[in-house]
């Protein structure tokens, strides 16, 4: 699949009530990111190169060795500007006395040829005698879609200072509202579901949302160009065969953190029974138990140099079991549970009876998934610490996936230990009762807040960028419940069946019943906000939503 070149461009203004950035929401029919609010932008246009006739302030080696390209640099900058004036209006140029446009400028009953394809940028600017200064434009942020969507980007972002004469106006086709915010209330609009965010939306807000003026933001942004993104393919083996990994593959992040030379020695796939050391005194020993649920099988975890500290000792296989005593050398201290599924904690058992191990955990709640034979030694709480022979681990209580689910944050290397709360490939499940979808996205924001540099979790690889990783299932789960919400305002009161049949109408019909357990969960999350209400079997909206 292509990945096409975009660039977006950040708006922003000082107002009374501190700094603001324009966002644009897309059309509800749009192919990618319908009813998202988005900063203005597009994909990069053979076009944008003939208006580099027109540029002044900087030119095209400079930027482009600014943003880490050979060259066309500023056909990116250039591209932002041309798509900030079709979606926004707003044109970021300069007339014949070097003063910038105005409302009145008649180069705005140019704006809707622009975006019909009827004139270029370079035409327009050249009709009207314009210059686009991209001297005040700054390289702010980089983001290459992961693999997955049905369309790819590319995407450089600039921030500027909107012109102070030009008011925002969507047009009506691509964007359909317009509107200025704060950043800090952009962010809590999308984590309250009042407002649809997008991954590299939500980063580039968090950027901002630490300055009070432009004039902050703009010095921060010519000072710190943001880091090349990882581009270039890495050697790995498949089936003992060398292959080259893409960014965004599975085993691209462990290949990179274990291989930093490139030697091609890591494996793209799991195989249980076989050690993999993912860090200084860290081996993850993958359980036979691949399916469904699992992916390749429950990863248990063993720190330690000498003596050891067992985290998730998986279910109760004695092949599993013997493994993780051979590795050991029965020298196992203690054994740490991140949750009480049959596929997490039953090996406890076992390793207890031949240890004497003490066991750290929370007891298991009700429900035929849980294990009825954990028996915690010590029921650690948010913010405990245990020391192991690897280091301090830092508990983090993270219920969602399972009321009782712990996370583990090795601090001295800032690894932590998901359990399900994080899974690569797939999302999680939230079962109600248990399972609960508020508790489940107040979980992930907390994980923000933590030193995190990778993620070990319970199903998969290593998996680094943690902030994207977990802003993206957020994002995510709130775009799912948005959908759900639209469709209760929509249809009045409906039964769960009936409305799993629309807000799920993305996924096959012959897994609606699992996905109605979602949409169960979604529901009593916007119960619990005040946006829905249960009458019997039927659901409906309240006037909140």
């Known amino acids: 699949m292509d990945i096409r070149p975009a660039a977006t461009l950040v708006l922003t203004k000082d107002t009374a009530d501190g700094l603001k950035v324009l966002l644009l929401q897309r059309t509800w029919e749009a192919v990618f990111m319908p009813g998202f609010f988005v900063f203005p932008g597009g994909s990069v246009d053979e076009q944008d190169v003939k208006g580099r006739a027109h540029a002044i302030g900087r030119g095209d080696s400079d930027i482009s060795q600014t943003m880490s390209l050979d060259e066309g640099g500023a056909d990116y900058m250039l591209a932002a500007v041309r798509e900030c004036f079709e979606e926004a209006g707003i044109l970021l140029a300069l007339d014949q006395s070097d003063d910038e446009i105005t409302t009145g400028h008649p180069v705005h009953r140019d704006r809707m040829s622009l975006f019909k394809g009827e004139l270029t940028l370079s ?45 925002a106006s969507h047009d009506g086709v691509e964007t359909i509202d317009s509107i200025w915010l704060s950043p800090a209330q952009a962010l809590e609009d999308h984590r309250c579901g009042r407002r649809l965010l997008g991954l590299p939306t939500i980063r580039t807000l968090r950027i901002l949302r630490d300055f009070d003026d432009t004039g902050a933001v703009m ?24 292959v080259m990994l893409e960014p ?51 990863n248990t975890y063993v720190l330690g140099h000498k003596r050891f500290t067992v985290l998730d ?63 915690p030694d010590e029921e650690p709480v948010h913010g405990d610490r245990i020391t192991t022979d690897a280091g301090t681990l830092r508990v983090l209580h993270t219920p969602g996936h399972a009321s009782n689910h712990l996370c583990y944050l090795l601090l001295e290397q800032e690894l932590l230990f998901s359990g399900d709360h994080v899974m690569q490939g797939s999302t999680v499940v939230i079962n109600p009762p248990d399972g609960d979808m508020k508790a489940y996205i107040e979980s992930l924001y907390g994980l923000l807040d933590e030193p995190v540099r990778y993620i070990a979790p319970a199903h998969g690889f290593l998996m680094g960028h943690p902030e994207a990783v977990i802003d ?74």
């Open 219 to 242: 010095r921060y942004a010519h000072a710190n160009p943001p880091e090349p993104y990882p581009s270039k393919s890495w050697p790995a083996l498949k089936k003992g065969k060398p």
């Open 248 to 298: 965004g593959a599975p085993a691209y992040d462990e290949a990179a953190k274990l291989d930093p030379e490139g030697e091609g020695s890591t494996r793209t796939e799991i195989i249980p029974g076989e050690p993999v050391e993912v860090a200084a005194g860290v081996v993850r020993l993958t359980a036979p138990n691949p399916g469904m649920m699992t992916g390749p099988g429950t």
């Open 472 to 545: 993206f299932l957020i994002t995510h789960r709130l775009a799912r419940e948005h959908k759900v919400a639209r469709v209760l305002k929509n249809r009045g009161e409906t039964s769960l069946k009936d409305l799993t049949a629309e807000a799920y109408d993305d996924v096959p019909a012959a897994i609606h019943g699992v996905a109605a357990r979602s949409a169960l969960a979604h529901l009593l999350k916007l119960e619990a906000d005040g946006r829905a209400a249960s009458k019997g079997e039927t659901w409906h909206a309240t006037s909140h939503t």
């Open 313 to 375: 000792p998986g279910p109760d296989n004695a092949t599993h079991i013997e493994r993780i005593l051979e590795l050991t050398g029965g020298a196992i201290d203690q054994v740490v549970v991140t949750h009480t599924h049959q596929d997490h904690s039953p090996g406890t058992v076992a390793l207890k009876a031949r240890t004497g191990c003490r066991v750290y955990g929370q007891p298991a709640p009700a429900g035929p998934a849980q294990d009825p034979t954990f028996a």
């Open 123 to 167: 035409e327009v600017c050249q009709r009207h005698k314009l210059t686009i200064p991209l001297d005040r434009l700054a390289y702010l942020g980089h983001w290459i879609t992961p693999p997955g969507p049905p369309r790819r980007f590319d995407t450089r972002f600039f921030v500027a200072v909107a012109p102070e004469d030009q008011p």
